[in-house]
Structure formats: structure tokens, C-alpha cells
């Protein structure tokens, strides 16, 4: 079945300093969205991808899909302590679900 | 607009116990998600509605849970009887066409405790 990692799975960042997040596939996937859950919440949309090589922005946070639409990534720059929570990627195939991915649990020190 | 309401939010029970979890989707969202989040993992799909119909159910564990969503709008998932391992977070979300991946509206989700 698909399967989808995250890495890496915790991450501690000085406030101001930039986070990365890579999602991978064992399979090729139709599209790939991303979510932040906060601490105690549940998970926000944050973006979807749909095309090979798409790169997206909003505001400090990237989005890229890979080219052979097996992985995909989540850059912040300049992190913020708003900026803590968990992210996670969704992938799917062809059919109708989404699978989460692991998650990358960010944290940021004041 | 309104978001996706969950209740309860909290539950505890004891194992071999019944519960159940409601939820009401976003007014015209077509596809309604129940999803288990066990601490420090991602969301695992439970059973995917399209209206009132069941699109994907493979991972719900028939023999204690099951699932309803009557009238295509709100959805009930119950555990009979529930297991140590059964406690979890337990979100419902809701989109406008599953089949066309819009991003999910989450819940609150209602954190169950078994003991």
C-alpha cells in the first residue's frame, strides 16, 4: 500500500533561522497537500500541489512537488515562535484518499 | 461559514464499553472523513462518505467500529466494545468533492481515553 515519510521527525530551530520538511513517496501520486496541526489542535489546510516541479508560496512558507511526483517539500524562512506545530503532507494516488504522512514536529526557541 | 463541529470533545471508558462520536460537516460539503490520530502519528483514514454512501471503508476495523452518515449531513461513528488501543484522537473532516482533492476541513476531534 502507499506509504508516505516525513523527515525529519522532530526539528528545533532558533527563532529566526529556516525549517525544512521533506515528504517521500514509495509511489507516484496524483497530488500532495499540506497541513500544520498545532499543539492540542487539529490539522489546517495549508496548500495543495498538483503539477510536476510546482512550487508554491504563501508569505515565508514554500511548497514544492518533485519532479517525478514522488516527494515534496515545505521550506519556512525565518521561523517564527507562531510557527510551531506539526506538518504534515498528504499524498494520494489515483483514488479518492489522502495518506498523511508522519509529520515533522517544528519547534521554535525564543 | 461555519466549521466542522465535533462532539464530544473529551470521552473516557472503560475497555469493552460502547461509544459514539458525532459530527456535522461544513453545510454543502459532499465528502465526510473520520480519521484516527494515535499521539505523535498522522491521521489514519477510518471510512470516507460521499453523501450518505461509503466510498473507502478498508481500514475501518468492521468488527467494533461502524458508521453512518443518514441523509447525506451528519455522521456517526460508534466502537462496540472498545480496546486499550482504540484511544486516540478521533477526527472528523469534511470537503466540498472528495474526488477532486480539495483540502479537508478538520474538527476538533474528540479525544477518547480507554482504560
Known amino acids: 500500500g502507499q506509504q508516505v515519510m516525513q523527515i525529519p521527525q522532530y526539528q528545533h530551530v532558533q527563532e529566526g533561522e529556516d525549517f525544512t520538511t521533506y515528504c517521500n513517496s514509495s509511489t507516484t501520486l496524483s497530488n500532495i497537500q499540506w497541513y500544520k496541526q498545532r499543539p492540542g489542535g487539529h490539522p489546517v489546510f495549508l496548500i495543495q500541489l498538483v503539477k510536476s516541479g510546482e512550487v508554491k508560496k504563501q508569505k515565508r512558507l514554500t511548497f514544492q512537488f518533485g519532479e517525478a511526483k514522488k516527494n515534496s517539500s515545505l521550506h519556512i524562512t525565518a521561523t517564527q515562535t507562531t510557527d510551531v506545530g506539526t506538518y504534515f503532507c498528504a499524498g494520494r494516488e489515483t483514488g479518492n484518499q489522502f495518506y498523511f504522512g508522519t509529520g515533522t514536529s517544528l519547534t521554535v526557541i525564543p | 461559514e461555519a466549521g466542522v463541529a465535533q462532539s464530544p470533545r473529551y470521552k473516557i471508558i472503560e475497555k469493552r464499553q460502547s461509544v459514539a462520536f458525532w459530527c456535522n460537516p461544513i453545510s454543502g460539503h459532499a465528502t465526510l472523513y473520520w480519521y484516527q490520530q494515535i499521539l505523535g502519528q498522522g491521521p489514519k483514514l477510518l471510512i470516507q462518505?460521499?453523501?450518505?454512501?461509503?466510498?473507502?471503508d478498508s481500514q475501518l476495523p468492521k468488527d467494533r467500529f461502524s458508521a453512518e452518515r443518514l441523509k447525506g449531513v451528519d455522521s456517526t461513528l460508534k466502537i462496540q466494545p472498545a480496546k486499550l488501543e482504540d484511544s486516540a484522537v478521533y477526527l472528523c473532516?469534511?470537503?466540498?468533492?472528495?474526488?477532486?482533492?480539495?483540502?479537508?476541513?478538520f474538527g476538533s476531534g474528540t479525544r477518547l481515553t480507554v482504560v
Open positions: 473532516a469534511s470537503s466540498l468533492d472528495g474526488a477532486t482533492g480539495y483540502g479537508y476541513t
Open positions: 462518505f460521499q453523501n450518505n454512501g461509503v466510498v473507502d
